[in-house]
């Protein structure tokens, strides 16, 4: 079954360290784009990413890093320069977008628990 | 002003009861609207696309109103398993600063719904 894979389900960061959280996408989608989400909060765009090899700045990119080097793959780098990184990261894609319709539909990935020790 | 905004919530409701969410757009050139669910420490997950001339889905009606520039959620029948936080998702072109075309998605911040005995 085609879909999104994230890991590391938890996973769990000292302080001044940098971590990569993975995302893997068998569905042949172009998009690809990661969130951040607080508790009670909305979610909030990172990265995004139109194809391979490229990639642009979202509402909350400082802190952070991607790089998209295979379709496939589309990996978030959470720095040591993100003051507050404790957050629900979800890695989401989306078929090549078609003009009014219903079919550009966002799938999400299981999303990624991080905790700064 | 948001690019997408949501009631506000909590919604508390009994089972069997109708509710409504409404959710407004500031982007006159929006092109697709979603309605997702997103149950506690999981991802969002599609509950309904919504398509101009409004559509339904067992108890679930999305309508879009273009001229007031907001989408609808109404549930019919609450069940105790509706209760959830529900996300509307906008998308509308837009270019990035090298001028490529892409689509924005942006997410409100979500409702909360809650059904009780």
């Known amino acids: 079954d085609g879909g999104i894979t994230q890991s590391p389900k938890y996973l769990f960061r000292k302080e001044g360290q940098n971590v990569t959280l993975s995302c893997e996408q068998n569905l042949n989608h172009d998009a690809m784009y990661w969130y951040r989400q607080d508790p009670g909060q909305g979610l909030r765009l990172i990265y995004y990413s139109q194809i391979v090899n490229d990639f642009q700045k979202g509402d909350i990119a400082e802190g952070y890093s991607v790089s998209r080097e295979k379709k496939e793959s589309f990996p978030l780098t959470v720095t040591s320069a993100q003051k507050n990184p404790t957050a629900f990261y979800l890695c989401?894609?989306?078929?090549?977008?078609?003009?009014?319709?219903?079919?550009?539909?966002?799938?999400f990935g299981a999303g990624s628990r991080l905790t700064v020790l | 002003r948001k690019e997408v905004e949501q009631d506000p919530g909590p919604f508390n409701v009994p089972e069997g009861a109708t509710v409504a969410f409404n959710c407004t757009y500031s982007?006159?050139?929006?092109?697709?609207f979603f309605w997702y669910r997103q149950d506690c420490r999981k991802e969002p997950k599609l509950l309904m696309s919504?398509?101009?001339s409004g559509n339904e889905d067992g108890r679930f009606t999305a309508q879009l109103n273009r001229a007031s520039q907001y989408i609808s959620l109404l549930i019919r029948d609450s069940k105790l398993s509706d209760s959830a936080t529900y996300l509307c998702v906008v998308i509308f072109r837009s270019a990035n600063a090298g001028g490529t075309s892409y689509g924005k998605l942006t997410f409100g911040q979500g409702t909360i719904l809650t059904v009780h005995p």
């Open positions: 919504v398509y101009s």
């Open positions: 989401a894609s989306r078929p090549p977008l078609r003009a009014f319709s219903g079919a550009n539909v966002l799938t």
């Open positions: 982007n006159s050139a929006s092109q697709s």
